[in-house]
């Protein structure tokens, strides 16, 4: 079983900062989605990548298949940025296994 | 396009009833999921479809039934809620499998079983 590992789990930061977002998981993977939770409860996709990097506005997500390791990349956060982000790993079961989720707070 | 529906939003059941938790997509996709997500642990998948008239165990599935009634819709029973059934629901979807495909996920459903 993929075991997936998020740190850190809680982060605060000020507006304006740059963020990073660590994902760890266990064992190879086709595919790693990373997710945003809003205040809400809603849930959406932000990036699915499986090799390199990929950017969306002040996004940024990149992935080393060798290290087992992606990163997520907020720069210039925002308050609107609060939120939980999620990494998933998609694995040979064609399933996602989830981390535990991030709580970012981005301060004014 | 509305996404991903799910109703109710909101339940309350008392131990030993039953209920099923509905799920409709509109984006012609192939594969749905049902999660649940508890505080302090990572989403759980409970059952999933690839397609259309299949539907496989996830990590999560006892206590759990579930129905892929056509390619629009997937709902979720429980037969006999318990509190350890007390939890959020997500249903989701895609247009196949999660390593090629994002997932779009539904509003949630917040299930409280006394």
């Known amino acids: 079983k993929n075991e997936v590992e998020q740190s850190p789990q809680n982060l605060t930061a000020q507006e304006g900062e740059f963020i990073t977002i660590n994902c760890s998981y266990s064992?190879?993977?086709?595919?790693l989605h990373w997710l945003q939770q809003h205040p809400g409860g809603g849930i959406v996709s932000l990036f699915m990548?499986?090799?390199g990097k990929k950017k969306h506005g002040r996004l940024i997500a990149t992935i080393n298949i060798q290290e087992k390791h992606s990163s997520l990349h907020i720069t210039a956060s925002h308050p609107r940025d609060s939120a939980v982000y999620i990494c998933?790993?998609?694995?040979?079961?064609?399933?996602?296994?989830f981390g535990s989720g991030t709580q970012l707070t981005v301060l004014p | 396009n509305a996404g991903v529906t799910q109703t109710p939003k909101f339940q309350v059941l008392k131990t030993g009833q039953s209920m099923t938790l509905q799920c409709a997509q509109d984006m012609n996709h192939n594969s749905m999921y049902w999660y649940r997500q508890d505080p302090g642990m990572g989403l759980r998948l409970i059952y999933y479809?690839?397609?259309?008239?299949?539907?496989d165990k996830g990590e999560v599935p006892n206590g759990y039934n579930v129905s892929r009634l056509n390619k629009r819709e997937f709902s979720l029973r429980l037969e006999s809620a318990a509190p350890s059934q007390t939890s959020v629901y997500f249903c989701?979807?895609?247009?196949?499998?999660?390593?090629?495909?994002?997932?779009?996920f539904g509003p949630g459903t917040r299930l409280t079983v006394t």
């Open positions: 064992v190879g993977i086709s595919a």
């Open positions: 998933a790993a998609s694995g040979s079961a064609r399933q996602l296994t």
């Open positions: 989701a979807s895609s247009l196949s499998g999660t390593e090629n495909y994002e997932q779009y």
């Open positions: 990548l499986s090799s």
């Open positions: 479809s690839a397609s259309e008239g299949t539907t």
